[in-house]
């Protein structure tokens, strides 16, 4: 079975522009959530989708939006970025059991 | 405020002793706790977990205790061999909603 993909694996951008992530999940999985990770802050929980329905949110501003296709895959969007945007992005399939390599963007 | 606590930012150990990795939480409502490993340039892996209804989880090389009166988990690896070097999460769960900390890095000493 293959793992969660995540694309593009790593990214730069520049501030104010602005961004979209995608994840697959494991093949037959429907939930997807996604999270924040950085040096200070850990693993920080972004959203989480479930049959094309967002069901849980973190604390994110609403430059942060995502969305979730009948196939289960999952885009993640950022506009105006800005430097502290920097991070790696995590997908994780089932419930957090699976997670994808990430996607490391770069705010420059 | 952080719910889910691992004050230990590194831990080095020397290959073949036990590892102990804590984390403290704070809120009594978490019903699951999970424990992942992270190597660099990939995703989180899980490692073992354990329900509150327990006290004690093993797999393999893995126990996982929670101390629910102390609102306190660790996670031991016995023995501890060289690909253990990693970053380990803890978290919490409760209604779906998973909490991580923010990391322990454990350094395996030859």
């Known amino acids: 079975k293959a793992g969660v993909t995540q694309t593009p694996r790593y990214l730069i951008k520049t501030r104010g522009q602005q961004v979209t992530l995608s994840c697959s999940p494991i093949s037959g999985h429907r939930s997807v959530s996604w999270y924040q990770q950085t040096p200070g802050q850990g693993l920080q929980f972004l959203f989480e989708?479930?049959?094309?329905?967002?069901?849980n949110k973190g604390n994110f501003p609403g430059r942060f939006s995502g969305r979730q296709f009948s196939n289960s895959r999952s885009e993640m969007n950022v506009s105006t970025l800005e430097l502290g945007d920097s991070a790696l992005y995590l997908c994780?399939?089932?419930?957090?059991?699976?997670f994808g390599p990430g996607t490391r963007l770069t705010v420059t | 405020d952080q719910q889910v606590k691992q004050n230990s930012p590194s831990l080095s150990v020397q290959e073949g002793r036990i590892s102990i990795l804590n984390c403290d939480y704070t809120n009594s409502m978490f019903d699951y706790f999970l424990w992942y490993k992270k190597y660099p340039a990939e995703g989180p892996t899980f490692l073992i977990s354990?329900?509150?209804?327990?006290d004690k989880n093993e797999d393999g090389r893995f126990t996982v205790f929670l101390n629910k009166s102390a609102k306190h988990l660790s996670l031991h690896i016995v023995p501890s061999q060289p690909g253990d070097s990693a970053v380990y999460f803890c978290?919490?769960?409760?209604?779906?909603?998973?909490?991580f900390g923010k990391g322990t890095r454990l350094h395996i000493l030859p």
């Open positions: 978290a919490a769960s409760e209604d779906d909603k998973i909490i």
């Open positions: 994780a399939s089932n419930y957090e059991q699976y």
């Open positions: 354990i329900s509150s209804i327990k």
């Open positions: 989708y479930f049959s094309e329905t967002q069901r």
